[in-house]
């Protein structure tokens, strides 16, 4: 099954490439043939879902950092609490907003004394179940991309593990729910702020109509979300852009046929500092990719439409036309999921916690 729906997609490469005429529909229908749009089959075939399979779980499991209410609720009230900040000011909700779609909208984001990073806050929705954390891959997972931020100058720029410690245990309510949560340690330290907030981070899943299609709802989906579809993968898309998450699942050259129109972030490179890795960047998932704009790494592009564009000219040496562009667009919105409103809504800090101490240090 998985190798008929390779080679179906390199074959639609492969023929795609040679020319700009309109892919060949992969199976014709007596219905597309009556009309004069080249409309494709009105169903799917399921082998070509199989690529894209399972849908979103509501839960990214981890076995080694197993989810319990308690954790969730102090992974909360970390994920939103400042202390965790030189400045007081910036928590993770401030580049992730969880109330609009997990990132900050922002060309790239603004941290500790407003300084501003070099690449664009992806979203925390659905993360967790990314093969890999960051642009470059560098944490390889939630809960180690978690201890990041708070260390980095540029971000929350905490001095150290032992600030951050520090600060959290002059609140008992932490003191407390740590020892709860972590009944063999007891202890406040960086490995379990950062699985606590993890844990929570494991339930941000935003199910759409997309998942509802792939389990099977045939009408879940609109003829022409039907025909966006097709035409992603006809177009050569899923080459890098496939499974639960639409990406999410493997590093990729960014210009892979064409050069990209910038290398001033050599992407996994920066990181392994292997020549092979120039401009090398994990695929993004494209799950809510409606609602994340500005696009790309560097947030450089501000329209979906144009990233589609780029994405065709740079990966797959092919200009697409306007329509082919529209009808992708189209799909990709069936991505957008919904934010689980009743975990993330209206978040109080629990009246325990005292006010963080003044911002501005
Ligand atoms: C100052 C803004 C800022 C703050 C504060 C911040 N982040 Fe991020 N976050 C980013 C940026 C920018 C990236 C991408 C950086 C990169 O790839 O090198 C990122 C990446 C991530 C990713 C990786 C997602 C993916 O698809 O690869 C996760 C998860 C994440 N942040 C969670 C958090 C958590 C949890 C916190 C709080 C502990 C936090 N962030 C604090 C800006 C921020
Ligand atoms: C050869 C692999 C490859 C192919 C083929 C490919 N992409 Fe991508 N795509 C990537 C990589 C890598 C990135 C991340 C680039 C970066 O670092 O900013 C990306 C980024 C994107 C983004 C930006 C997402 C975001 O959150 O910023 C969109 C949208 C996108 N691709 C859509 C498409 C579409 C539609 C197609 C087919 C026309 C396509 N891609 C084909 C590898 C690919």
Not at 128 to 148: I, L, N, P, S, T
Not at 176 to 195: L, R, Y
Not at 261 to 266: A, C, F, N
Request: with cysteine; charged share 25%; glycine share 6%.
């Amino acid at each position: 099954m998985k190798r008929a729906v390779l080679t179906f997609v390199l074959l639609a490469v492969a023929c795609e490439k040679k020319s700009t005429e309109p892919a060949p529909a992969p199976a014709a229908s007596p219905s597309a043939a009556a009309s004069a749009a080249p409309a494709p089959p009105a169903e799917i075939d399921d082998a070509l879902l199989a690529a894209f399979k399972p849908a979103l779980p509501a839960v990214f499991e981890n076995k080694d950092n197993p989810l319990t209410e308690d954790k969730i609720t102090l992974g909360r009230a970390l994920y939103y609490e400042t202390r965790l900040s030189a400045s007081n000011k910036i928590s993770c909700n401030t580049c992730h907003h969880l109330d609009v779609d997990g990132a900050d909208q922002r060309k790239s984001s603004i941290g500790h004394k407003d300084q501003e990073g070099k690449r664009n806050s992806p979203s925390v929705y659905n993360a967790a179940g990314h093969f890999v954390q960051f642009w470059d891959g560098r944490a390889k997972d939630v809960e180690e991309q978690a201890k990041g931020p708070i260390l980095n100058p540029i971000e929350m720029a905490m001095q150290d593990e032992k600030s951050v410690v520090a600060e959290l245990t002059r609140v008992k309510w932490y003191r407390d729910q740590f020892a709860k949560v972590f009944p063999e340690s007891k202890a406040i330290t960086i490995d379990n702020i950062a699985k606590a907030i993890a844990a929570f981070e494991r339930k941000l899943s935003t199910p759409s109509r997309w998942d509802k299609f792939l389990n099977g709802d045939k009408s879940a989906l609109t003829a022409d979300e039907k025909a966006g579809f097709q035409k992603f993968v006809a177009t050569g898309c899923t080459a890098c852009h496939m499974g639960t998450y639409v990406g999410g699942s493997m590093y990729q050259k960014l210009g892979l046929v064409k050069p990209w129109t910038s290398d001033k972030d050599l992407g996994r490179f920066e990181h392994t500092k292997n020549e092979a890795d120039k401009m090398f960047f994990k695929v993004p998932s494209l799950r809510n990719v409606e609602k994340t704009a500005p696009y790309f790494h560097d947030g450089s592009v501000a329209t979906l439409e144009e990233a589609v564009r780029l994405m065709g000219r740079h990966q797959l040496g092919r200009e697409l036309p306007d329509a082919d562009i529209k009808s992708i667009v189209t799909f990709l919105k069936t991505l957008t999921g919904e934010i689980p409103k009743d975990y993330v809504a209206e978040y109080k800090v629990p009246a325990e916690i005292p006010p963080a101490p003044k911002p501005g240090k």
